[in-house]
């Protein structure tokens, strides 16, 4: 039998240390103190994000994603989006027998055949299928200047005669809600109209546009995915969110998706709080939508407060390793009056850009160069209702057949 050395003992204690066997990429860690360490697959079967990223906890293996722990057996053992019973695909699988010998963790080269290959049907940002779709290239304010969409390039300016032009040509091009918008080829559906009344009435701010290593299709998972919210936003707003996601329906568009979900949080920033007129405790409406292949909204509605918050959210992609994020905010009685002030306005912009900071960190982590298509490559709980119905719009989209 073949040992291959991974990783010096002294150097794994209860945090994951990422390692590498011929391209498989593993996990080492030492659940118990000077107990034996166990190695791993380095992902999580859930979303498949990197357990290197993990924190340990209590002998536990944490995902940073979700929060699903596992023990040094690989069996899950917290699920914290749902009780009841916890899915037997949700344990690691079996991972390669270790050895330590002179100071040096070693693994069987005979096992690494048994580790979870990449799957192989990926949405990438380069999927050919994307060509037929409307994607943001820049917002007004940045012409003239070179894009980058689906590997190719641009050069985008307004003329003399006040009309957009893009060169090479596209089949479409045009301006909404602030931002510029390329179809390389026909698109199968046309940009979302539930923003316009919003984007006319409200008071709006964009985000400076940031950069990710992550796909486009996995960060549009990210923002439509309401289970991540207490461990990746805990320094944020996610403290105060329950772990429990209760069950919640959504309803199918065409190319896309609704959800409405209505929720209990705390309001501190009502002024009619302070004045006794109303209680900390107060309703929210939630609306996610979505439109294939990366429009999407969420509109946050403080029931008793009468605040309104949309958030505009578009993802472009550039290239294989490469997705620029555009986030509009749109503001109505934040702070108890129609429209918010400038100062209100930078305050809420600031709070966002660190909530997409969260996000961001995590992406950096991750490994996979696109969106799992096929379902069966990730495991998907009751949660998940909403990055399902993506998965499935996407596939539709770009004409994958499971």
């Known amino acids: ?149 689906l590997g190719d ?32 080829e026909e698109p199968l559906t ?38 991540h919210f207490p461990f990746v936003h805990a320094k944020t707003f996610g403290a105060a969110e329950e772990k429990l996601v209760p069950r919640y329906d959504v309803s199918v568009e065409p190319d896309g998706c609704r959800s409405i979900q209505d929720q209990w949080f705390d309001n501190p920033e009502d002024p009619g709080v302070a004045a006794g007129l109303r209680p900390l405790k107060q309703r929210r409406r939630a609306t996610y939508v979505y439109r294939a292949p990366f429009q999407l909204l969420l509109r946050l509605e403080e029931l008793d407060a009468g605040a309104v918050k949309t958030i505009l959210f578009f993802a472009q992609p550039e290239t294989l390793t490469s997705t620029r994020i555009y986030t509009k905010m749109l503001l109505h009685g934040i702070g108890g009056v129609p429209d918010p002030s400038a100062e209100v306005v930078r305050r809420e912009v600031a709070f966002e850009e660190a909530v997409l900071a969260e996000d961001l960190a ?17 495991l998907h709980v009751r949660a998940d209702l909403l990055g399902v119905t993506l998965r499935r719009a996407l596939a539709a989209f770009v004409g994958f057949t499971p």
């Open 1 to 149: 039998m073949q040992w291959i050395p991974v990783a010096r003992d002294a150097e794994v204690g209860p945090r994951p240390v990422a390692v590498d066997a011929g391209g498989t990429p593993l996990v080492v860690l030492r659940p118990v103190a000077d107990g034996p360490p166990v190695v791993f697959a380095d992902r999580c079967p859930h979303r498949l994000v990197p357990l290197s990223a993990a924190s340990g906890v209590d002998g536990r293996l944490r995902c940073a994603y979700h929060g699903w722990e596992f023990d040094g057996s690989g069996a899950c053992v917290a699920l914290p989006s749902q009780d009841g019973h916890v899915p037997p695909r949700a344990d690691l699988p079996l991972g390669p027998r270790v050895r330590v010998s002179d100071g040096t963790i070693y693994i069987s080269a005979d096992d690494l055949a048994a580790t979870a290959a990449d799957p192989a049907d990926l949405l990438t940002n380069e999927h050919p299928g994307l060509r037929r779709a409307w994607h943001p290239v820049a917002l007004g304010s940045e012409l003239p200047c070179r894009v980058t969409l």
């Open 362 to 378: 995590l992406q950096q982590a991750m490994r996979l160069p696109g969106l799992p298509l096929r379902l069966r490559d990730e």
């Open 190 to 227: 046309e940009l979302f109209p539930d923003a316009d009344g919003d984007d006319a009435a409200y008071v709006g701010a964009w985000l400076p546009p940031v950069r990710t290593p992550a796909s486009a299709g996995v960060v549009a998972d990210n923002f439509l995915d309401v289970a």
């Open 153 to 184: 390039g641009y050069d985008v300016h307004t003329g003399d005669d006040g009309i957009l032009h893009v060169t090479p040509e596209p089949f479409a091009v045009t301006e909404r809600w602030g931002l510029i918008w390329v179809a390389p």
